[in-house]
């Protein structure tokens, strides 16, 4: 009973400020179609044909205007989930908490939303907080966009006629550089507290200033972040750390109080001025990759984020008496478990972030055969460019670094002139026992 009361409670809000369209010509806002992927115009034209309306919606026209490139394309129409998956071949619906449908041209793949219906809909679920948790009412173009978070947003593409339709002044607020949200920020925040993570990256990438009143309820209302699946979690902080500007990203995460319990690093990184040079490398490095084109690693950045925390759980256990690679192991573990509570790392993005740090004990040693075992690895690459990147934060000797790039490129005669002698440990005494005959050596034996 509770719940069912708090739901309509949260339910009764106070509506957007009616929208009022604005079509805007191409001679105004300077988009044109050829500027869309060949597969957002062909599924757009597909459904005009057949009586539908359909633009390209959200992310993709925002990038456009504000002269970035969209990393994909998003299209809205009139048509229902089954009537768009009726109209391509290569088409799947996805999603529960709202119907979606994917639709696959070539390596493309749109993804297809149909108009939702107002706010307050009597029919979507939420949860005692206010999160939506389904919402598969559908309406018009005037109600969809403004059930969309910020103006920028709600902006409606038309590749037939080359208009824009901007019911809230998504388009003078992209000029002015401001983020705006639509409706009351902190009912918005409730339906979907990711909204809060979003705000903070849009305003980073596309150099945009959170209007005050989309920012002050932030930081008060960032614990609902608690209640985000930790899929979805994950996914979002995916975008913003390769957004390409996520040095920017998770400073203002951190002034808004948004890192704590995301990344265990972050709520300590003030006291630990080591991990604090490392991170920040390792995030303007990644950042640059971006911006360059180059590809990017998740495994390898969530590796360099936690790595302190592995750090100080291994040296504890050390210091307790376990041996070196099972206390390293157990502190992995230990690290990535933590973070399964908030963020659902992929059970292949664990692995990679193990392989890389598995490997960080074995560069120091540079004796023997061990370290032609190492440059043969698999992740040996990532594993050295997580090495120099611990040696340019001052947490290891440059020279480590620079000695492992020299073996790896060197010819068979200059690495066995770089390897250091061998010592004569405990390993090496036993192995020289084995060798030997009940007789004595086996030279001795020989002889015989």
Known sequence: MIRKLLRRVFKRTEPAAPAELAIIPVERHGLHREQLSPAARKVCSVLQERGHTAYVVGGAVRDLLAGQTPKDFDVATSATPEQVRESFRRSRIIGRRFKIVHVMSGPETIEVSTFRAGQNAESTETDEHGRILRDNVFGNQREDATRRDFTVNALYFDPTDETIHDYHHGVADLQQK????????????????????????????????????????????????????????????????????????????????LHHGLLPLL????????????????????????????????????????????????????????????????????????????????????????????????????????????????????GWDFLRLRAESGELPMELADWWERFARAGHDERAAMLEPETDGPARKRRRRRRKTPSGSAEGAASE
């Open 267 to 382: 709520d300590v990184i003030l006291e630990q001025p080591q991990g604090e040079r490392f991170v920040w490398l390792s995030l303007d490095n990644t950042d640059q990759r971006v911006r360059q084109g180059k590809p990017v690693s998740p495994g390898f950045l969530f590796a360099t984020l936690l790595w302190h925390e592995v750090l100080a759980a291994w040296e504890i256990r050390k210091a307790e008496g376990e041996p070196l690679y099972p206390a390293l192991f157990a502190a992995m573990d230990q690290v990535l478990e933590q973070q399964a509570g908030k963020l659902a790392i992929t059970r292949r993005i664990a692995g990679d972030i193990k392989d890389i740090w598995a490997l960080q004990p074995r560069f120091d040693k540079r004796a023997g055969k061990a370290p032609y075992r190492v440059i043969e690895q698999p992740r040996y690459r990532a």
């Open 178 to 257: 401001t983020l705006r949200m639509i409706g009351d920020p902190r009912t918005r925040y409730r339906e979907d507290p990711v909204r809060m993570l979003r705000a903070v990256r849009l305003g980073a990438k596309l150099g945009l200033s959170i209007d005050p009143d989309a920012r002050q309820p932030i930081r008060e209302m960032a614990t609902l972040i608690e209640n985000v699946p930790p899929a979805r979690l994950f996914d979002e902080m995916l975008k913003l750390l390769f957004s390409g500007h996520a040095v920017t990203c998770l400073k203002q995460l951190r002034e808004e109080g």
